[in-house]
C-alpha cells in the first residue's frame, strides 16, 4: 500500500507542512504518513532517486532549493507546473506507477489573496525571481494583473521569469534590489513621497544609473515605473526573514511600504515577519505566508487522495 508521504527540500528546521498535513489526516482518519525529509544538496539527486523508487511512496512536496530540481526524475508536468517548469507536488499514480509533477502555489497564493478580499491587482512589485516569484507572477497574471515590477538580488533566474511575463503577455520592470535602495534612500532625503505623483516621467533619480537596455525590455514608452508611484500589492517571494533570522527584511525603508496598498510575504514563519510589521505600520492591508501554505497544502491532498483512494479501488 502506498501510503507515505514527504516534504522534500533544504534546510526544513522552519516547516510547518508535517504538522498541518498530519493534523488533517488523522482529523479524516485516512492512514497516510507524512514527514520532513531534508536533502543536502550535494547528496539530493542520490536521496531523491531513493526515496521515489521506495514501495510505499505515494507522493510529495517540494520546497526550496529543488522546485526545479526533481523535474528531471518524473514522468510528466500536469497543469501550472508545466508552464512553470517548476513542482511542488508530486504523486504516484495508481495505475501506472507513473511519478507526476504538479504546482499548486499559483493556485494556493490566489486563494490566499481571495481570502484576504484582494480580488483584483492591478499593479505589484515582486521580490524574487525562484520558483515561488514565478508561481506568484502566474497567478497574478491570471487576475488580471497587468504590470509587474520584478525586484531581483541576481540575474540567476532573470530570464524565467522574462519569460514566463512574455508568455503570459503582461508588462514588467526588473530592478536589482541594490539599485531599489539606492533609489529610496535619495527620495526619502528629497521627500518625493510628499507629492503622491513622485518623479515626472522621464525624470532622472540623483546617484542611481539608468536601466540598463535590457531592465526595460518589456517596460512601456510613457515613462512606465520610472517614479514613485502606488502598487495594489507587495509580495516577497524570497526566503529573507525565515527562521531563525527572523529580524530580517528585504525591504526596511521608512517610506518604502507607503507605495503599496497590500502585503503578503510568503515567509510563513514567523506568522508575522519583519516585513509584514512594517508594512502594517506603514498602513498596508497584510497577508502572512501561512494562507497560501495552508491552501497549497489542501490542493496538494486532493491530489494525493485521489490517487490513493484509486489505489484501494484497483486492490478491491
Known amino acids: 500500500m502506498r501510503n507515505r508521504l514527504y516534504l522534500v527540500g533544504y534546510p526544513l528546521g522552519h516547516t510547518l507542512s508535517p504538522q498541518l498535513h498530519r493534523s488533517y489526516f488523522e482529523k479524516t482518519k485516512l492512514p497516510l504518513s507524512y514527514e520532513a525529509r531534508e536533502m543536502p544538496p550535494g547528496k539530493f539527486t542520490q536521496a531523491a532517486k531513493a526515496m521515489l523508487a521506495e514501495d510505499d511512496f505515494l507522493g510529495c512536496n517540494v520546497t526550496a532549493p529543488y522546485k526545479k530540481s526533481i523535474v528531471p526524475f518524473l514522468d510528466e508536468l500536469k497543469g501550472d507546473a508545466e508552464l ?31 481570502a484576504a478580499g484582494k480580488k483584483t491587482v492591478r499593479r505589484a512589485l515582486i521580490f524574487g525571481t525562484g520558483g515561488a516569484a514565478l508561481a506568484v507572477i502566474l497567478a497574478l497574471g491570471k487576475m488580471g494583473c497587468a504590470r509587474f515590477v520584478v525586484v531581483h538580488r541576481s540575474s540567476k533566474n532573470v530570464d524565467a521569469a522574462r519569460k514566463l511575463i512574455s508568455t503570459i503577455g503582461k508588462k514588467a520592470r526588473f530592478v536589482s534590489l541594490s539599485r531599489l535602495n539606492d533609489f529610496f534612500e535619495w527620495a526619502e532625503t528629497e521627500e ?11 525624470e532622472q533619480v540623483p546617484g542611481v544609473a539608468p536601466a540598463p537596455a535590457e531592465d526595460n525590455a518589456n517596460a512601456d514608452s510613457e515613462g512606465y515605473d520610472k517614479g514613485a508611484k502606488r502598487f495594489d500589492l507587495l509580495v516577497n517571494a524570497t526566503p529573507t526573514g ?14 518604502f ?20 510589521f512594517l508594512a502594517q505600520l506603514a498602513g498596508c492591508d497584510t497577508i ?9 497544502g489542501a490542493r496538494s491532498r486532493k491530489i494525493w487522495i485521489r490517487e490513493f483512494r484509486a489505489q484501494q479501488k484497483l486492490r478491491e
Open 84 to 114: 512553470l517548469g517548476a513542482v511542488n507536488t508530486v504523486v504516484r499514480r495508481a495505475k501506472n506507477g507513473d511519478l507526476v509533477g504538479y504546482n499548486t502555489d499559483a493556485a494556493g497564493f490566489a486563494d490566499a489573496l481571495g
Open 288 to 296: 502572512s505566508g501561512r494562507k497560501m501554505l495552508e491552501r497549497q
Open 242 to 255: 525565515l527562521f531563525p533570522r527572523a529580524e530580517e527584511a528585504i525591504a526596511d525603508h521608512p517610506r
Open 257 to 276: 511600504f507607503h507605495l503599496f496598498d497590500a502585503a503578503m510575504d510568503l515567509v510563513y514563519n514567523p506568522a508575522q515577519t519583519r516585513l509584514l
Open 192 to 202: 518625493v513621497f510628499a507629492d503622491a505623483s513622485g518623479l515626472a516621467a522621464g
